[in-house]
Nanobody, 132 residues
Framework: QVQLEESGGSSVQAGGSLRLSCRVSVSIYRSYYLAWFRQAPGKEREGVAAIDTDDKTTYADSVKGRFAISRDTAKNTLYLQMHSLKPEDSAMYYC??????????????????????????WGQGTQVTVSS
């Protein structure tokens, strides 16, 4: 069973920065696509960013140029560096993992666009609150 544990959520002022971390319980080197999703109260969970096993990344339009996803395979940890935060970025942030050979086959861009159904394993979330 793959376990994911997020950390790093906090309350910040608009324009500020945060870095989220997600520790994965198994090796992520060649085995999993990893992603960050977020969910605000009353809204659906949406994909924010994802990274594949070749370190190709993809982002939601709303965060392009402000957020950066990365991974440290030696630490089995996923990161989300967030800059220029806006109040509309406030949400619970979740990390998710999709086995590379999951069916149906997808590129990392397709997987993020497909949403929650494309990812098998989920963390419990970490709260980000951005005040104006």
């Amino acid at each position: 069973q793959v376990q994911l544990e997020e950390s790093g959520g906090s309350s910040v002022q608009a324009g500020g920065s945060l870095r989220l971390s997600c520790r994965v319980s198994v090796s992520i080197y060649r085995s999993y696509y990893l992603a960050w999703f977020r969910q605000a109260p009353g809204k659906e969970r949406e994909g924010v960013a994802a990274i594949d096993t070749d370190d190709k990344t993809t982002y939601a339009d709303s965060v392009k140029g402000r957020f950066a996803i990365s991974r440290d395979t030696a630490k089995n940890t996923l990161y989300l560096q967030m800059h220029s935060l806006k109040p509309e970025d406030s949400a619970m942030y979740y990390c998710a993992a999709r086995p590379r050979l999951y069916y149906p086959p997808m590129t990392v861009t397709q997987a993020l666009g497909a949403g929650v159904e494309a990812f098998r394993y989920w963390g419990q979330g970490t709260q980000v609150t951005v005040s104006s």
